[in-house]
Nanobody
Framework: QVQLVESGGGLVQTGGSLRLSCAAS????????MGWFRQAPGKEREFVAA????????YYADSVKGRFTISRDNAKSTLYLQMDGLKPEDTAVYYC?????????????????WGQGTQVTVSS
């Protein structure tokens, strides 16, 4: 089993920045891809960004490309999401997720492990 714990959410004004962290523990050696998703009230959970755990390849949703940066520290088994230029439409609960096999990395159902989520609120 793998446990994921997010932190770093909060309230920020439009144009501000936040950095989310996701600490992974347990059988992390099985994780192939780590990603960030978000879910706004009344909306479906959507892909934000992902990275292969063993390579430097990074993938972003069009809505955050150029503003968000995903990174990881393998030694600490920690995933990060640096969010700059935040907009009110970025307001959501942000989830860290991990999957142990291939398949589409932007597809929610392909992920095996999920954190509890951290709230990000961007005021206008």
């Amino acid at each position: 089993q793998v446990q994921l714990v997010e932190s770093g959410g909060g309230l920020v004004q439009t144009g501000g920045s936040l950095r989310l962290s996701c600490a992974a523990s347990g059988r992390t050696i099985n994780i192939y891809t780590m990603g960030w998703f978000r879910q706004a009230p009344g909306k479906e959970r959507e892909f934000v960004a992902a990275t292969r755990w063993s390579t430097s390849r990074k993938y972003y949703a069009d809505s955050v490309k150029g503003r968000f940066t995903i990174s990881r520290d393998n030694a600490k088994s920690t995933l990060y999401l640096q969010m700059d230029g935040l907009k009110p439409e970025d307001t959501a609960v942000y989830y860290c997720a991990g999957k142990v096999s291939g398949g589409g990395l932007s597809v929610t159902n392909n992920y095996n492990y999920w954190g509890q989520g951290t709230q990000v609120t961007v005021s206008s």
